[in-house]
């Protein structure tokens, strides 16, 4: 077993609701979150990064690790995140915290972080936060392991929000979907290749 499996057995049971996964997301899926970031060289905050499997996609895509900002809760998962990847800023912050750490202008944000299991105000206040660091036009990625969007319907509305299906990724346990939301009054960035 990798020393971040690991990692991820501890904190489940250790806090089961903060992890709220059964296993870390798999590199399929880490590679369709990194495809729909528009620009690789661009500055990019991950939420929530648990172990670092998204993160190892979004590196793996292009993104320098100087243009990459985590940021985790946890502060065991946020001190094996900075000793995993040098260069990239790894912050013991929570998500709703964005605009307290990272400048606007940000090219993309990922998220693994459950937002549909969370009290509509704590997912409200990590929604809003991601589009107060987002630039126009740049997507807020996030999963989901259901059929609806990652996000509800009443945030979506509340922050007038577009949401876009991107990818089906069935090779995850279990399988996920990708959703890039955009706010409605925007154009997006265009898409890579």
Do not use: K, W
């Amino acid at each position: 077993m990798t020393a971040s499996r690991t990692l991820f057995l501890r904190q489940l049971i250790r806090n089961p609701r903060q992890v709220s996964a059964i296993a870390p997301s798999s590199p399929f899926l880490s590679r369709a979150m990194a495809r729909q970031i528009p620009d690789p060289r661009a500055r990019v905050v991950e939420f929530g990064p648990g172990t670092g499997a998204l993160t190892r996609g979004i590196l793996s895509g292009g993104v320098p690790p100087a243009n990459l900002t985590l940021l985790e809760l946890d502060p065991v998962f946020a001190r094996a995140l900075a000793a995993e990847f040098p260069g990239v800023r790894v912050l013991n912050a929570g998500a709703d915290r964005a605009a307290d750490h990272c400048d606007p202008g940000v090219g993309a944000v990922i998220s693994g972080l459950p937002l549909l299991s969370m009290p509509d105000p704590v997912a409200l206040a990590i929604v809003r936060a991601a589009f107060a660091v987002l630039a126009a036009g740049a997507p807020l990625i996030q999963f989901t392991y259901g059929r609806r969007p990652s996000i509800a319907q009443s945030i979506i509305e509340a922050l007038d929000l577009r949401a876009e299906e991107r990818q089906f990724v069935p090779l995850n346990l279990p399988p996920a979907r990708v959703h890039c939301y955009f706010r409605r009054s925007d154009t997006p960035l265009p898409r890579r290749g």
